[in-house]
């Protein structure tokens, strides 16, 4: 099993409350990444970082913002939450690409499920 | 157009039979296709992945790339109630490593 972890596991707030969702991960990985899952939609990237002060943004437009101080921590932060926000988040984590022609295997959490009001 | 497409079943099975899982995709540069297994209320695990065209075999997991087609599949001979999950296939953006398309997933039941 994958050492990689997330809280809150269930998380539910009123709009407008600034929210911050954590993923650490003991592996040592540089590459961390936030997904978006809806049921029965297809996983979502919204932010990833190759290493500790590197963020970058993915392709669903998402108001949130993350940091990478450690290698193995990478928070989420939502400053305003809304009820469009409702959603599965997941935290993954690489220990990128060795070399041309090699995979670069993701590692999940448990996922934080979220539920704005 | 979505650069995956799966059906999202769900799909439901008596224990032993062999399951078929499919996705397709559009992006004729995809190299790395991966199959993950997502249990309720967890994370996807990877089940297994192959490199370009042709099949790999794990267990009772045969996973198969058909190039020309643009069609994946995921055979699980066999099949357990433990194997009751949705399963996501995901491809490896060629020119960004970091990036992953996924399916949407298909539920599967395995009934004892």
């Known amino acids: 099993e994958a050492d990689i972890y997330q809280t809150p596991r269930y998380l539910v707030i009123g709009t407008g409350k600034k929210i911050t969702l954590e993923c650490s991960q003991t592996m040592g990985h540089d590459k961390m990444y936030w997904y978006q899952q809806d049921p029965g939609m297809e996983l979502h990237l919204i932010h990833y970082s190759y290493g500790v002060n590197s963020t970058e943004k993915g392709d669903l437009s998402s108001e949130s913002t993350v940091s990478r101080i450690r290698t193995e921590h990478f928070p989420l932060t939502l400053e305003s939450a809304r009820p469009s926000h409702t959603s599965q988040y997941l935290c993954?984590?690489?220990?990128?690409?060795?070399?041309?022609?090699?995979?670069?295997?993701?590692?999940f959490g448990p996922g934080t499920r979220l539920t704005v009001l | 157009q979505k650069e995956v497409e799966q059906d999202p079943g769900p799909l439901s099975v008596p224990e032993g039979a062999i399951v078929s899982l499919n996705c397709t995709y559009s992006?004729?540069?995809?190299?790395?296709f991966m199959w993950y297994r997502q249990y309720s209320r967890k994370g996807p695990e990877l089940l297994m992945y192959?490199?370009?065209?042709g099949n790999k075999e794990d267990g009772r997991f045969t996973a198969q790339v058909d190039k020309s087609s643009k069609y994946i599949s995921l055979f699980i001979r066999d099949s357990q109630p433990s194997d009751s999950a949705t399963y996501l296939c995901?491809?490896?953006?060629?020119?960004?490593?970091?990036?992953?398309?996924f399916g949407s997933g298909t539920k599967l039941n395995v009934k004892p």
């Open positions: 993954a984590s690489s220990p990128g690409s060795t070399g041309e022609g090699s995979y670069n295997e993701q590692f």
């Open positions: 192959t490199y370009s065209s």
């Open positions: 992006n004729s540069a995809f190299q790395y």
């Open positions: 995901a491809m490896m953006d060629p020119f960004n490593f970091n990036k992953f398309y």
